[in-house]
Structure formats: C-alpha cells, structure tokens
Nanobody, 125 residues
Framework: VQLQESGGGSVQSGGSLRLSCVVS????????MGWFRQAPGKEREGVAA???????NYADSVKGRFTISRNNAENTLYLQMNSLKPEDTAMYYC????????????????????WGQGTQVTVSS
C-alpha cells in the first residue's frame, strides 16, 4: 500500500489550499484515513480523520477552517484548508489503516499503519 500526497505550497495568511492523497495497492474497504502535520521542532499531531462511514474528527485548532473528505471510488483523500494561519505551517502527511477505530483513536498517529511522504504547507503573515 502506498500513499502519495499533493497540493501543498506557499500561501498568505487567510488563503486556502486543498491537499490530496491517493492510495494505491490493496487496502480493505473498511478503513480509516487521516491527515497529520509536523512543524519543525514539534511533534506530529492529528489534524483530521474520516472513517469509511464518512464520520469525521477534527483537532480543535482547525475546526471550522479545515474539511476532510474522501472519494472511495478513486481511493483519494482530501483536506480543504481555508482561512490559513502562519501556525498551520508544517509538513502534512496522510495516513490510512484497514481497521476500524473509535473516534478517540483516529487522531493518534500510533493508530495508523500506512503513511505518505508528506507535502509542505507554508503560510506567511
């Protein structure tokens, strides 16, 4: 299983970006996917997650600004990021797993088996 992110870039504060993550290779239909980010000198943190039934979870810091979605037919995960702030600057990673997880676990990086290489998002003030 391979995950490939795209869509990162540099934007000014208040701008928008849409990240994509394509999953290739076999993965069970019942799977959870998530977006994580890691800023320099900081730990990786969960941003948003979506389960196979389309239920979603968000970190408090991005609620109301970011939207996670998925296209199961195309094995693609998205993250629409609006009203971006300088503190959103980080490397963004997508992750996937074939197991069901309770909502409490979906924003934990230890939950996921498969990871992409990351795409850089830089927000300037």
């Amino acid at each position: 299983v391979q995950l490939q992110e795209s869509g990162g870039g540099s934007v000014q504060s208040g701008g928008s970006l849409r990240l994509s993550c394509v999953v290739s290779g076999y993965i069970h239909n019942t799977y959870c996917m998530g977006w994580f980010r890691q800023a320099p000198g900081k730990e990786r943190e969960g941003v948003a997650a979506i389960n196979s039934d389309s239920t979603t979870n968000y970190a408090d810091s991005v609620k109301g600004r970011f939207t996670i979605s998925r296209n199961n037919a195309e094995n693609t995960l998205y993250l629409q990021m609006n009203s971006l702030k300088p503190e959103d600057t980080a490397m963004y990673y997508c992750a996937a797993d074939s197991r069901y997880f309770s909502p409490l676990l979906r924003l934990s990086q230890s939950t996921y088996t498969y990871w992409g290489q990351g795409t850089q998002v830089t927000v300037s003030s």
